[in-house]
Structure formats: C-alpha cells, structure tokens
C-alpha cells in the first residue's frame, strides 16, 4: 500500500445494534465490543505520540515524515470519532466502559516522558493491531454472522491499520529509540493489552446478563484457545516483533488492499493521499 487515504466510511450508525450482533455469539461479541471500548482513547494517544515524535526529529527528517504521520492522524481520528459512535450505543445497552479509565490513567503516568516511550508504546500496540487485523481479515469465523454493517466497519479498520502498521515503527527508529525499550514496551503493551481485553470482555458479559450461561464460556474458549482461535493465529506473528531484524511491512498486506478495492462503494476518500512509510527499507 503506497498512499494512506483517510476514508469517511459510509454505514448507517444510527441504528442501534443487536445485544448480540455478532452472529448471536454473546462472547465475540462482549470481545469486539471491550476493544472498541478502548479506541477513542487509545488512538487518540497513538496521535498525540506520533504529533510529538515528529516535532522532535530535526528538520530534515521531520519533512520526511509529515506527509505519513498526517495520514496516520487522519485514519486514526476517523477510526475514534467512528467507533466512539458505535461505544455510544453500548453505554445505552448498559455497557461500562472500564479499560478507558484505566488507559487514561497510564497515559496520564507518561505526561513529560521523553517522547520516544509513547511512540515505542504506539509501534508496539500497532503490532498488535496489524497481527489482529490480518487475522480478521484472513479468518472470517471471528466476524462470522455479524451484522454486515459491523463487519464493515471492523474490516474498513482492520484494512487501515494494516495500510499505517509502518509509521511509528519507523518514528521510532528515526527518533534514535533503541531495541531495549522497543520490547520492553512491547511487552509491557501486550500485558496491558491482553489483561484490559479479557478484563472488559468479562465486564460486558456480566451487564449483558450472558456471564453465567455457560455457552458463553464454551464458545469464548472456542474462540480464544479453539483450533482457528486468536491464540494459536497470533502467537506468531506476535513472536515476530521481537525479531533485531523486524519490519512491520514484513506483514502481508495483501488481503487489506483486495478489501479495500472490492469494498470501495461503502467509504469515501477524503482529502489527497500521503505516502505511507517515510522511514520503511526500500
Ligand atoms: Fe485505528
Ligand atoms: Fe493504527
């Protein structure tokens, strides 16, 4: 993928969803619906770590990385204030969004930091974001049965973030961030990640009523641990982060490029395209 396009997505959001839209399976669906709860939040700090990378190169190499970071922007902000639509809808199911609070806390930790560590952080989470969207988008039992509108809008997400997956991967590198804390951070993320997903996934089962039935839990370990489960798909490409010699476009793109082009009736770009990975090996 050589341009990021931001692209205004054309669903109707203004229907409220099914308790259970994704295929009537109240487990995937309190999953999808714990990770939408942190993006508003989360990619609002992916933006703000990346605005204050670029600020912090010198001069030359910032006008190298503009044009990609303002795409990044772009998406991202397209991504929160969309999925911040959709979270509104689970506040009026009864939902209660946890994991942002506590991501806010965190963030709140890194005020003065230096730089590098929220553009470390934002690489490693992006790493985990493009692993989880090559899944969605090679894997069609995660979204299976999902209200089509849904499954839009995750494989419009998944297929972006696979298009910026590079960007503050090579923010970092080019703001002089060492391999150390590049899988410190990596793990720390993970840690984060896994523990905040399965905490909410949890707490939404429980104000949907579906936490003591036990087709739940069937199906939840099906879906984590199964045969075609997150754990076995993503164990590793997630194991490939800690390569010296790892590069996210490493990653097949693929299937996000093909979805994009037979899916172009249901978004709009908006504004010009900006080249992809400033810093990427040619
Ligand atoms: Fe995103
Ligand atoms: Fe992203």
Same mark, same amino acid.
């Given at each position: 993928?050589?341009?990021?396009?931001?692209?205004?997505?054309?669903?109707?959001?203004?229907?409220?969803?099914?308790?259970? *839209?994704?295929?009537?399976?109240?487990?995937?669906?309190? *999953?999808?619906?714990?990770? #939408?709860? #942190?993006?508003?939040?989360?990619?609002?700090?992916?933006?703000?770590?990346?605005?204050?990378?670029?600020?912090?190169?010198?001069?030359?190499?910032?006008?190298?990385?503009?044009?990609?970071?303002?795409?990044?922007?772009?998406?991202?902000?397209?991504?929160?204030?969309?999925?911040?639509?959709?979270?509104?809808?689970?506040?009026?199911?009864?939902?209660?969004?946890?994991?942002?609070?506590?991501?806010?806390?965190?963030?709140?930790?890194?005020? +003065?930091?230096?730089?590098?560590?929220?553009? +470390?952080?934002?690489?490693?989470?992006?790493?985990?974001?493009?692993?989880?969207?090559?899944?969605?988008?090679?894997?069609?039992?995660?979204?299976?049965?999902?209200?089509?509108?849904?499954?839009?809008?995750?494989?419009?997400?998944?297929?972006?973030?696979?298009?910026?997956?590079?960007?503050?991967?090579?923010?970092?590198?080019?703001?002089?961030?060492?391999?150390?804390?590049?899988?410190?951070?990596?793990?720390?993320?993970?840690?984060?990640?896994?523990?905040?997903?399965?905490?909410?996934?949890?707490?939404?089962?429980?104000?949907?009523?579906?936490?003591?039935?036990?087709?739940?839990?069937?199906?939840?370990?099906?879906?984590?641990?199964?045969?075609?489960?997150?754990?076995?798909?993503?164990?590793?490409?997630?194991?490939?982060?800690?390569?010296?010699?790892?590069?996210?476009?490493?990653?097949?793109? #693929?299937?996000?490029? #093909?979805?994009?082009?037979?899916?172009?009736?249901?978004?709009?770009?908006?504004?010009?395209?900006?080249?992809?990975?400033?810093?990427?090996?040619?």
């Amino acid at each position: 993928m050589s341009n990021l396009v931001v692209r205004r997505l054309l669903i109707d959001l203004d229907t409220p969803p099914a308790r259970h *839209w994704c295929g009537g399976d109240a487990f995937r669906t309190a *999953w999808f619906n714990a990770l #939408s709860m #942190s993006f508003p939040s989360g990619e609002q700090f992916f933006i703000d770590a990346v605005r204050a990378g670029v600020q912090a190169l010198p001069e030359a190499e910032r006008v190298r990385f503009e044009p990609a970071v303002k795409g990044f922007i772009g998406q991202e902000a397209t991504h929160r204030r969309i999925h911040a639509l959709f979270n509104a809808h689970l506040t009026t199911q009864g939902l209660v969004n946890r994991w942002e609070a506590r991501a806010l806390r965190r963030i709140q930790a890194l005020q +003065g930091a230096d730089p590098r560590i929220a553009v +470390g952080a934002t690489a490693a989470t992006e790493h985990l974001t493009a692993i989880l969207a090559e899944h969605l988008l090679r894997d069609t039992t995660s979204l299976q049965g999902a209200e089509p509108r849904l499954a839009t809008l995750w494989l419009w997400h998944a297929s972006e973030e696979t298009g910026h997956r590079a960007t503050a991967f090579d923010l970092y590198r080019a703001m002089g961030g060492n391999e150390e804390w590049r899988l410190r951070l990596f793990r720390l993320v993970t840690w984060h990640f896994v523990t905040d997903s399965l905490r909410q996934t949890v707490n939404n089962l429980w104000h949907d009523g579906s936490f003591w039935r036990a087709g739940t839990w069937v199906a939840g370990w099906r879906f984590l641990f199964g045969r075609h489960g997150l754990v076995r798909a993503l164990a590793g490409p997630w194991r490939r982060y800690r390569s010296a010699d790892f590069h996210p476009l490493q990653q097949d793109e #693929s299937r996000a490029v #093909s979805w994009l082009r037979d899916n172009a009736t249901l978004f709009e770009p908006v504004g010009r395209p900006a080249p992809a990975a400033a810093g990427a090996p040619t």
